[in-house]
């Protein structure tokens, strides 16, 4: 049952993946782009802990792969509020004419 469970969640990663590239492909927003990177790295991590054979997740390699997607998705969320505050501000900007 462990081994179905695993693998329903490595495809939902992938899924994931493929559903923010979709959405990338469209808008070429970078934040999907990492999102979609960063659910490929969690695919990734998923395959690995299953493939490898490391039932106990406590090892420190077992987080490496996980601990870079969710950095990855943190960075692209605080990137993508930066500039769009940064682009508020110079559109914000009142024009005066002369």
Do not use: C
Not at 17 to 26: I, M, P, S
């Amino acid at each position: 049952m462990i081994e179905f469970l695993a693998g329903a969640v490595t495809l939902a990663h992938i899924v994931s993946a493929v559903y923010f590239l979709r959405f990338w492909r469209k808008t070429s927003d970078r934040l999907f782009l990492s999102f979609a990177v960063a659910f490929g790295l969690l695919a990734l991590n998923q395959i690995a802990v299953s493939v490898i054979g490391a039932a106990d997740e406590r090892t420190n390699y077992a987080y490496i792969l996980r601990v870079l997607g969710f950095i990855l998705i943190f960075l692209a969320i605080i990137d993508k509020n930066v500039f769009a505050v940064r682009k508020g501000k110079r559109r914000a900007a009142p024009t005066t004419p002369r």
